[in-house]
């Protein structure tokens, strides 16, 4: 039996690649077909990208005859934010909270906009966890599946230029030793990334080979696409120095901005490369890959050799993929070097993959979903429309019994409603004295319950300061600014400012609120004040006013960060660790960090955070 095929498709600012593949009995993947289509300028510019798109895909399936409708899809570079970002060692039932908090600290757009998604690449040396971050618009997703739709394709995976493109290449070059970079100079941008001994890295570069066009169509006058055709057919990568230009005084132009823009390249590559060996504590490279369509230009291999003074190569990605008889590989060897991507979606249904991401957004998997069941929805309500005929006739005759059953009953039942209404009145007086002996009793537990809550608070601060410092080897502090009670239904302005303070080891705490309120917590007597034992008026009150719920933490800390980066995160997150576990009187599921962390610089004294607290028994007032 012939297994099940699927598309991989690499949506590219300069081109649409596609390949087919199937899965082999080995546990690897066949290339059956392929096939790419130029998308131009337009392919780069948001405006006109959907329609040019949904043009050249059609182009693409119609010349190639792929057979599936089943595919992988690879989102541009720069439509994909990504980050690697270190966090402090913690427990692992709190990693997923605290990666949620550093997505919206670094994600540069509403998490509600965006669909985004992690993976934990590792641990440094001191226990520190290395996560990759990834976001893309929703609406940009979104394009890409009205696209699969428009030509009858089912969307199933939606993956990154970087997280592609290192599946393939530790696929097919996982024996290397020594750190490797593999560079792919795209059409808008560049992806760099590294991989040492199980350890990657990644980085986009805000160049691509557009940037050769453009300005060569500028200074040339001449349009775009005539730009285009005249650099791959006849542009090089000047090699600088002695060497004599060519005839062509346009083709000598086009290879001195090809040689321009490489050197920009080439110094973000080298800014790359100290960042990685400085803060990631990566070795130094010892081989250069090169992928991408820029990458074949004449000379591009050299200039980096020359720059760089490590081994170039270009990146095969059918390295250890099988490849069908029926393929022209002289036509595939063409175009290799710019299939990566599309290699390393097609291995996302094989083999297990150092970078597993999907960028699916929910919405989209609501409709697809529906709309693969819409026929069983069809078929299910002309069922139904049976059963439920036939189940209506059943109960006519069932009700006829039933009616003549409940007549008997209500004759037998007659003398025992009579007693019933005898005892009601008992039953409602027996009620309303349990009901104030609860009253009662309720208060006299609640009397001390505020000097109970800012006493676990104050016993979290003391416990989070000294974890804190024992993590850092560096004295530290918090204290709260401000307490909020959050009341439903209760005007905030009639109650007295809460003040919580604790410059001084032993000094004691203060909990201030209005008069009323403390006597009807019995620290004071009612009969103080006026209104206290009043009535309750006419109009039926919401059930949930007068309930303490949560307690708002405005919180300030002694600004660490020149000692460590995350110092500030780690003090934060280690109060909410004390106030999770130190007592019951604190629901932890719902007590957490709220807001965001106020950006601080190393000159800043202090930093802001707010913790709400639930209460496990909220106080009604």
């Known amino acids: 039996m012939k297994s099940k095929s699927y598309l991989g498709i690499d949506f590219g600012a300069g081109s649409l690649k596609v390949a087919e593949f199937e899965p082999t009995e080995s546990g690897g993947i066949c290339l059956r077909a392929f096939g790419s289509h130029p998308l131009g ?19 693409l399936l119609a010349e190639q005859g792929f057979g599936s409708k089943d595919i992988n899809v690879c989102a541009p570079g720069f439509h994909v934010f990504s980050k690697f970002v270190k966090l402090p060692p913690v427990d692992s039932s709190k990693v997923t909270q605290i990666i949620q908090y550093e997505a919206q600290q670094n994600v540069p757009f509403p998490l509600e906009e965006v669909v985004w998604d992690y993976q934990i690449l590792g641990t440094t040396t001191t226990g520190e966890l290395e996560v990759l971050l990834v976001a893309i618009k929703t609406d940009l997703v979104e394009k890409l599946f009205k696209t699969a739709e428009s030509n009858g394709m089912t969307l199933s995976l939606v993956d990154v230029a970087p997280a592609a493109l290192c599946n393939a290449f530790r696929y097919n070059y996982g024996d290397l030793e020594g ?4 560079l792919d100079i795209g059409a808008k941008t560049s992806n760099l990334i590294f991989f ?5 890295y990644s980085r986009s570069i805000n160049i691509g080979a557009n940037s050769i066009t453009q300005e060569f169509a500028n200074e040339s006058k001449i349009r775009f696409p005539d730009a285009e055709k005249f650099k791959v057919e006849e542009g090089f990568v000047s090699l600088g120095g002695a060497y004599e230009d060519p005839d062509n005084p346009k083709q000598a132009q086009i290879s001195k901005i090809a040689r321009q823009v490489m050197t920009r390249l080439h110094i973000q590559v080298n800014q790359t490369m100290q960042f990685y060996r400085s803060q990631q504590g990566g070795s130094a490279p010892v081989r250069l890959f090169l992928a991408g369509g820029a990458s074949i230009m004449p000379y591009t291999a050299q200039f980096f050799a020359e720059k760089l003074n490590v081994e170039v190569e270009y990146f095969n990605p059918f390295r250890t993929i099988q490849i069908d008889p029926s393929i022209n590989l002289e036509d595939l060897a063409k175009v290799a070097h710019s299939f990566g991507e599309v290699v390393g979606l097609g ?4 083999v297990q993959c150092p970078v597993e991401l999907n960028l699916m957004p929910k919405s989209s998997l609501r409709r697809q979903e529906f709309n693969q069941k819409k026929p069983w929805f069809i078929g299910t309500v002309f069922s139904l429309v049976a059963v439920i005929a036939a189940i209506g006739w059943f109960f006519s005759q069932l009700t006829q019994e039933k009616q003549s059953a409940v007549s008997q009953l209500v004759q037998r039942a007659a003398p025992l409603e009579s007693l019933l209404n005898q005892l009601r009145p008992e039953e409602s007086a027996l009620s309303s004295q349990l009901q104030e002996v609860q009253e009662l009793t309720r208060f006299v537990h609640e009397k001390y319950f505020w000097n109970d809550i800012l006493t676990e608070v104050r016993g979290s601060i003391v416990a989070a300061e000294r974890e804190t410092e024992r993590m850092l080897g560096v004295h530290t502090g918090i204290w709260i600014s401000e307490i909020k009670p959050d009341i439903p239904g209760l005007d905030l302005t009639e109650v007295e400012e809460i003040d919580y303070y604790a410059d001084e080891p032993g000094q004691q705490q203060t909990f201030m609120m209005d008069a009323e309120l403390m006597a009807r917590y019995g620290l004071l007597p009612t009969g103080e004040f006026g209104g206290m034992g009043g009535g309750m008026d006419d109009e039926e009150e919401d059930p949930e006013e007068g309930l303490v719920a949560r307690l708002n933490l405005i919180c300030k800390g002694v600004n660490r960060i020149g000692i460590n980066q995350n110092a500030n995160n780690q003090l934060a997150f280690n109060l909410l660790n004390q106030l999770h576990s130190r007592t019951n009187l604190f629901d932890p599921n719902e007590t957490e960090l709220t807001g965001e962390l106020t950006p601080v610089s190393r000159m800043d004294n202090t930093f802001d955070f707010e913790i709400t607290i639930k209460l496990t028994n909220p106080l009604e007032l």
Do not use: H
């Not at 750190?179 to 593999?182: A, P, V």
């Not at 291995?347 to 094989?350: A, G, I, M, P, Q």
């Open 41 to 59: 300028l337009g392919g780069a510019q948001e405006a006109a990208r959907e329609g040019i798109i949904k043009k050249g895909l059609q182009t």
């Open 347 to 350: 291995l996302r249904r094989v």
């Open 196 to 200: 040492e001994e199980g350890k990657v």
């Open 179 to 182: 750190c490797t970079m593999l």
